[in-house]
């Protein structure tokens, strides 16, 4: 490891190192991670793999892939998304979602200290039928905000509803 001086002045900088650590330290002990990557022999970056569970709609899991960099302040942006149905979506369950364009952030995780993360968010197309999911860096990175989308048809669900006049 290594040592910070002590003086007066460097307390926030050791109190932010610290708090660093024990985040990285806390990172690698997830009990929603399902794999782990390593990206080389020379590297500290690995491929993480993540569940998430959809709180409304618990019948559908997404995993979530991302690169975790253990020594750095700041992880990478990319990340991968799929979404699935595995298990039951009823009606309810849809009725109770944002339905606006938008949708909303049904999961968040920090990827630095500088005030980047990750998100996911929700969205319903209501004509096709769909639950959408899309997850996205909130800085921008190399002039690009890093995204994925996801997909999950609600076709041969309770939840499901034949096309309508109003959302043909």
Known sequence: MFAIPKSPTSKPLRALVAASVFGFALAGCSDDEVGDVSLGLFTTKDIKIQIFNDPEVPGVTCHISHVKADLDFSDPSDMGISC??????????????????????????????????????RIFDSKNQTLMYLSYSTKETQGSHKHSLSTVPLWGTKAWQAPTQDNK
């Open 84 to 121: 699935r149905q595995t298990g039951d979506i009823t009606p309810e369950m849809i009725t109770n979602i944002d339905r606006s364009k938008s949708g909303e952030v049904v999961f968040t995780a920090s990827k630095s200290i500088l005030f980047k993360s990750m998100k996911i968010r």
